[in-house]
């Protein structure tokens, strides 16, 4: 079956430091992979896509993630949290086949403590 | 580029009552549209895709003589919550594909509409 796991629900990181969040992901097709971001009330704002090439993609607000293909994984990092980046997480898959839906798993809540 | 809008964000409802929720590619072409629900504090459930000018294929588990969608042009797709209920209320938000954006299955999203039915 398809599916996208966040194998953390919820993740509490100090102001400053590092930060990893988890996804593995099960998909018979070439995956795209995608994280999102979404804050309380919100909708979904993209942080980083990898379709193909280089397994280490970099996104906005200094995210990066790395696709590792043996270990079906796509977890999302930050070498230093801030404040604001406290909020819902959520890992995605789809295909190249045009018109395929993404497959979320169920998020990972970030708190930043001060 | 690739902004999709929803309106109407948030809406009121009585029960029994139908409300529409409009999804709009402003600055492209989407030859694929599709509806997402989310419940608070869970993740988005596929509730079904469509493709301009045909049927929507819905999820399964989902009613579709209840959510009624249309994907009437390149640019808009519409969802109408039939006779609501209170158990209708959650966030519904859109998403849409970009048919001239080459092979690369990226969807763009809207900011979603919170529907409240009393």
């Known amino acids: 079956a398809q599916s996208v796991t966040q194998p953390d629900i919820h993740i509490t990181v100090s102001e400053g430091a590092s930060l990893e969040l988890r996804c593995n992901y099960s998909y018979g097709a070439t995956p795209y992979l995608f994280w999102y971001v979404q804050s309380p009330g919100q909708g979904l704002q993209l942080l980083l896509k990898y379709f193909s090439g280089d397994t280490l993609v970099q996104g906005i607000k200094g995210f990066e993630a790395e696709f590792k293909r043996s270990q079906s994984s796509f977890n999302l990092r930050k070498p230093s949290v801030h404040w604001s980046d406290a909020a819902e997480y959520f890992c995605a898959v789809t295909s190249y086949q045009a018109g395929t839906a993404l497959i979320f798993g169920k998020g990972t809540t970030l708190s930043v403590s001060s | 580029g690739a902004v999709v809008s929803q309106h109407p964000s948030r809406v009121i409802c009585k029960s029994g009552t139908s409300v529409k929720i409009e999804c709009r590619s402003l600055?492209?072409?989407?030859?694929?549209m599709f509806w997402y629900r989310q419940f608070p504090k869970q993740s988005l459930m596929l509730m079904a895709t469509s493709n301009e000018g045909s049927k929507a294929t819905y999820e399964q588990g989902v009613e579709k003589d209840k959510f009624l969608i249309n994907h009437a042009s390149l640019t808009l797709s519409t969802l109408t919550v039939t006779s609501a209920h209170p158990e209708d209320s959650s966030f519904y938000i859109c998403?849409?594909?970009?048919?001239?954006?080459?092979?690369?299955?990226?969807?763009?999203f809207g900011p979603g509409t919170r529907l409240t039915v009393l």
């Open positions: 998403s849409a594909r970009d048919g001239e954006r080459g092979s690369y299955n990226e969807q763009f």
């Open positions: 600055d492209f072409q989407a030859t694929t």
